[in-house]
């Protein structure tokens, strides 16, 4: 049961939740008018979301400066010397199976993905993989509308991976687009509230079956309409965007609290392949932030290389990763008072 404090009072205890509970800032200094103002989330009209995604694509607008910039700036600004902290990576990886397993298998079958598997274990960088229950065998065409059963394979390493650092969230159904042009590609965005809440009660039973009980949901191609948030957050504690998203709710900073649910978008330079994040996510580590930071890996882009540079990421990252359930954790105090939280630390 979430308290019925503001959004953007939810949202500050989150940036500042690490300082809130080791007792580095009050609740009052943390809730002026001039923070709460510095995170509060504005949806922009279409035009100037379509104006921020065609500036970013040109290089004329930086997502990490809008957002995990800033965010650091605001930490520094409240805490001065105490916001000196690593960054608290949360490492997200698209998807499993893969979306063309069953088109490519000797490429995106499951063999390729526990090679991926084995390198962040080995590296100790716990992760969070978007599961696809039920997936299209052919997911470009909206047309074809067949499903097929997880095999055995795919099972038992889903039930394996718990143990060995990964966390899961659902991906959709199953994958397949509802738009055949590939720049509008989705599997959520056009469906009203009913086929909407169909779609998704159908995921969660079928992980469930499984034995995942997903509180996180990563949408297909990173696309729903700011409309369909609210059935989003009845069925999910976060909520994931991506570059696609600007276009659909603007370029915010996350983790940051919309009514009922926490979205956590990620954009360039940590939405790429290994090769190009590990530079910024250096950067990072060298500035002593302390925001969380999404890093969001697709594991079929790092075939190309054999995984070196996935494991040139990981040595950077290792260190300074947090687990998904530290974010779930923290936004459940965040809606908490002063003093339970205190009590519960």
């Known amino acids: ?34 923070v709460l103002r510095a ?7 279409r035009p100037m979301r379509e ?11 930086e997502p990490e400066t809008v957002t995990v910039r800033r965010l650091e700036e605001l930490r520094r600004t409240v805490l001065g010397d105490d916001a000196a902290a690593p960054p608290r990576f949360l490492v997200r990886q698209d998807e499993f199976p893969h979306w063309l397993a069953a088109d490519l298998p000797e490429k995106f079958g499951t063999e390729n993905f526990e090679r991926f598997h ?8 716990p992760y969070l993989t978007a599961v696809v229950p039920h997936p299209a065998p052919n997911p470009n065409d909206p047309d074809d509308t067949r499903r097929r059963e997880l095999d055995d394979r795919e099972r038992a390493v889903l039930a394996r991976l718990p143990a060995e650092g990964v966390e899961f969230a659902m991906h959709g159904l199953d994958h397949r687009t509802r738009d055949r042009n590939p720049r509008k590609q989705a599997e959520l965005l056009g469906l009203d509230d009913d086929a909407l809440a169909a779609r998704l009660d159908e995921g969660l039973e079928r992980l469930r079956a499984l034995g995942i009980d997903a509180q996180i949901l990563v949408p297909p191609w990173n696309r729903f309409a700011a409309s369909q948030w609210d059935v989003l957050a009845s069925r999910f504690r976060v909520i994931t965007g991506g570059p696609e998203t600007v276009r659909l709710l603007g370029l915010q900073a996350g983790p940051v ?14 939405y790429a392949g290994a090769s190009v994040v ?42 300074h990763t947090a687990r998904w359930a530290d974010l779930l954790d923290a936004a459940e105090r965040s809606g908490q008072t002063d003093d339970a939280r205190r009590t519960a630390a």
């Open 1 to 34: 049961m979430l308290s019925p404090m503001s959004s953007d009072v939810r949202t500050a205890r989150l940036l500042f939740d690490d300082a809130l509970t080791a007792g580095r800032v009050t609740e009052a200094r943390i809730t002026q008018p001039d």
């Open 39 to 45: 995170l509060r989330v504005r949806v922009p009209p």
């Open 51 to 61: 104006a921020e995604r065609v500036a970013i694509k040109l290089g004329r607008r």
């Open 118 to 125: 084995d390198v962040m274990a080995s590296a100790g960088v």
């Open 257 to 270: 609290w919309l009514r009922d649910a926490v979205y956590l978008p990620a954009y360039e330079p940590f």
């Open 278 to 319: 590990a530079d910024p996510a250096r950067a990072a580590v060298e500035r002593q932030g302390g925001t969380w930071i999404p890093i969001v890996l697709h594991w079929g882009w790092e075939l190309e290389d054999g995984f070196e540079s996935l494991r040139r990421l990981c040595d950077v990252i290792a260190p």
